[in-house]
């Protein structure tokens, strides 16, 4: 088990992914640092850990997306990238996964091309796991897919009930399509078609729309959308958050009074955020593409990329992508579609 | 100036309403409590206010218009609906102004079949004043138009636009249009086409895309969007804030020590969150519609009531409805249309 670290990628980068890759030196799997040698290896040495731990090793690599890069031309002119260098070391053999906490975009771009897709995948999906009142919600597509069609979302709830089964032992898990109300009513000509493509489909345990506030509460498993409402809702609880957290930190700060609350109340307040915190995980997961393929937070910390790298350490142990690509083999059969790849 | 408030509209009609109507019997304009006179005068005796106040009058309706009805049907089949009833009293000339904290799709459908449109309007929308770091932002559609057009979108900047200088006493309004990223290729076909539309308007101060976190930074005054995006963005924003909400009080409820730190900051943080607060106006803005429709949220309470009461008074008072209608005019001007009201 071999996963190619993107090293230079996210806005702390190399630091934070180094760190990371130092915190998960105690890790049963590989982790193949890709990037710059000699700046890597400088990170490395002022950590002061006595060396590249055993399981670590740095595979030079000269250029750098930036996130401000559009994708298709980081793939295109950036070719000895760490980002795009990471996927041909899966595509060639030399690594099972990658994890990347650089541009989304480019990192989509270059698991299409230089990986590929799975069989019977029409369209790869950003699947984030949103935290509700009790278990995280695995929402998908979160902005890999601005314009879709009702037979895309019915492949991301395919692929989310893959993950949930894996990735959160889910059984059975309840699907729901995204929308701006409950009613049958409501939606818009996308939500309907695909509702009514994922209900028919009997492999589905489809339970109706869902509102944003019943991903919160965790009233579906999986929660399907078109990735340009799937990044709007992901940046907009987001935004949410940091503004509420911004708004707490003001009000204890306004008067001795409220500063001394604030630090009576901060540890217990640190420990019910934290069940908000992406960093469990690590990141969101690219489905669709064969290989296995965490992105972090651009903001990711050292903890976030230790946290990346075991979550796709344990997807691919625990068979992830073939049961991707089972699900959407199984969907395709009844069309008359072949089967793509032996089973 | 007579504003007709639907009396039995909303979660805590009519306690909610008739105590608002009460909380604005020193206002200079006249209230008509539409709806059942004898539920209506029973509340009226409850608050021991010495009967109905001098500027309200009751105008009996024998129907209420459920939030589970479906918008068509409540319009066709509760023909003495207090919520339809409010708007044929501003059809009929014996009321300006429309204020309602029920079922807002029937409020858009009562707007758009007993009032009708502001001449040049396509499409009435729902508006929504966002709270931001400053001061709030207008953001549309936020639920009346699902699938919406290019064209739909630049009659929303210009309507929004009109807000923004009656309602707030903004100048020349910076308008952009909500999107997954700021960068030119991103957003969908709509957003696309519609920037293309706005930014070409030499009437528009467009500034470009904006993402959620961009609303509440307050870096436009007007956003736009399409009523499905529109609506998961507000819903989005609100699910979330009630989930942090919660979250204090369940840190604040985790201990002792935590328990004093909470009641040592609730007082500034109950002033901090009040600037979140949307009773400050009492509700969202239905805008294209030929009458001042204040639409509140359901579970409004009596203040929020009272203000939007306020908010319709001043609005219909500084003329929103001919900047409203003027701002279309001139729009449709140039393409050759006539103007369809004489100025």
Redesign the interface.
């Known amino acids: 088990m071999r996963i190619a670290l993107d090293a230079m990628g996210g806005d702390h980068a190399p630091d934070s992914t180094v760190a990371g890759a130092l915190a998960a030196a105690d890790a049963d799997f590989e982790i193949i640092l890709v990037g710059d040698e000699g700046i890597i290896s400088e990170q490395i040495a002022d950590a002061k850990v006595g060396g590249l731990p055993p399981n670590c090793t740095i595979r030079h690599a000269t250029e750098v997306v930036e996130m401000?890069d559009?994708p298709a031309a980081a793939l295109r002119r950036k070719r000895d990238s760490s980002l795009r260098v990471a996927f041909e070391l899966v595509a060639g053999g030399q690594a099972d996964a990658v994890v990347t906490m650089g541009n989304s975009g480019a990192a989509l771009a270059a698991g299409m091309f230089v990986v590929g897709r799975l069989p019977s995948v029409i369209r790869p999906a950003i699947t984030a796991l949103v935290p509700s009142r009790n278990a995280p919600v695995v929402v998908l597509d979160v902005?890999a897919n601005?314009?879709c069609r009702p037979e895309h979302l019915h492949q991301f709830a395919l692929m989310g009930r893959a993950f949930a089964e894996v990735g959160l032992r889910r059984e059975s898990p309840r699907v729901a399509v995204?929308?701006?109300?409950t009613?049958d009513?409501?939606?818009?000509?996308l939500?309907r078609a695909a509702s009514q493509l994922i209900d028919a489909d009997p492999a589905l345990n489809y339970v109706g729309l869902a509102?944003?506030?019943d991903?919160?509460t965790g009233a579906a498993d999986v929660v399907v959308t078109d990735?340009?409402?799937g990044?709007?809702?992901l940046?907009?609880?987001?935004?949410?958050?940091?503004?509420?957290?911004e708004?707490?930190r003001?009000?204890?700060a306004?008067?001795v009074?409220?500063k001394?609350?604030?630090?009576?109340?901060?540890?217990?307040?640190r420990?019910?955020?934290a069940?908000?915190d992406a960093a469990e995980v690590g990141g969101a997961l690219l489905l669709g593409i064969d290989a296995i393929t965490v992105i972090g937070h651009g903001s990711a910390d050292s903890r976030s990329v230790a946290n990346a790298l075991r979550t796709a350490a344990r997807l691919h142990t625990d068979g992830l992508l073939d049961r991707v690509g089972e699900a959407l083999r199984v969907a395709d059969a009844p069309a008359g579609a072949p089967a793509v790849r032996p089973s």
């Open positions: 401000e559009s902005g601005v314009d995204l929308a701006n109300g009613e009513e409501k939606g818009t000509d939500t509102e944003p506030g991903v919160f990735g340009f409402t990044n709007v809702f940046k907009t609880a987001e935004a949410t958050s940091t503004q509420m957290v708004l707490v003001e009000a204890a306004s008067g009074v409220p001394l609350g604030g630090l009576l109340l901060r540890p217990a307040l420990s019910t955020l069940r908000l």
